[in-house]
């Protein structure tokens, strides 16, 4: 089983519709990203998160410690937000585990 | 947030080349930088960590004298691939670890190589 896992590992939704992707880890973390990447490679750092919950505009992420879960929710979602979602979790020595990340794909 | 920049983003070069990939903290001090690949289709794995003014500590698998890894400065990492060959043809990705504070982690946006 891996350290970090991601559901689902594909989505396909409508614009417009709301998006969540799931990330579950079964180690002691300090910190969890989640990562933008999209077709061309690019990797844009969406949020950073020990504890609670982040908003940036249509984004959104949350974490539950004790559940050792995260979840990036997206809001009216748009087809520029078809990308990979990748969720990494950061243990005490900042050694990142990755997932294996989300392909989104929203359809216009 | 903080930004953390690469430089070149794509780079194609002829096999046996060397090639020197830039990761720059653009407003922050970063004592630690940390160096990952990314394989098609692939998740990232991370290749090596640079702190300022010390030598890379390099995983497992990871030739030290085929990746060279170059910490200056407090905001400058580069990554040097060595004779590079098609199979190094790979995304590059860094990220820096500021300084104090909340010691948070950020990325940069990678460089695309390509080794023909």
């Known amino acids: 089983k891996n350290e970090v896992e991601q559901s689902p590992q594909n989505l396909t939704a409508q614009e417009g519709e709301f998006i969540t992707i799931n990330c579950s880890y079964s180690?002691?973390?300090?910190?969890l990203h989640w990562l933008q990447q999209h077709p061309g490679g690019g990797i844009v750092s969406l949020f950073m998160?020990?504890?609670?919950?982040k908003k940036h505009g249509r984004l959104i992420a949350t974490i539950n410690i004790q559940e050792k879960h995260s979840s990036l929710h997206i809001t009216a979602s748009h087809p520029r937000d078809s990308a990979v979602y990748i969720c990494?979790?950061?243990?005490?020595?900042?050694?990142?585990?990755w997932g294996a990340g989300t392909k989104l794909i929203i359809k216009p | 947030g903080a930004v953390v920049s690469q430089h070149p983003s794509w780079v194609i070069c002829k096999s046996g080349t060397s090639v020197k990939i830039e990761c720059r903290s653009l407003?922050?001090?970063?004592?630690?930088m940390f160096w990952y690949r990314q394989f098609p289709k692939q998740s990232l794995m991370l290749m090596a960590t640079?702190?300022?003014?010390?030598?890379?500590?390099?995983e497992q698998g990871v030739e030290k004298d085929k990746f060279l890894i170059n910490h200056a400065s407090l905001t400058l990492s580069t990554l040097t691939v060595t004779s590079a060959h098609p199979e190094d043809s790979s995304f590059y990705i860094c990220?820096?670890?500021?300084?104090?504070?909340?010691?948070?982690?950020?990325f940069g946006p990678g460089t695309r190589l390509t080794v023909l």
């Open positions: 990220s820096a670890r500021s300084v104090g504070g909340a010691n948070e982690q950020f």
């Open positions: 407003d922050f001090q970063a004592t630690t």
């Open positions: 640079s702190n300022e003014g010390s030598k890379a500590t390099y």
């Open positions: 180690v002691g973390i300090s910190a």
């Open positions: 998160l020990s504890s609670g919950k």
């Open positions: 990494a979790v950061r243990g005490s020595n900042y050694q990142l585990i």
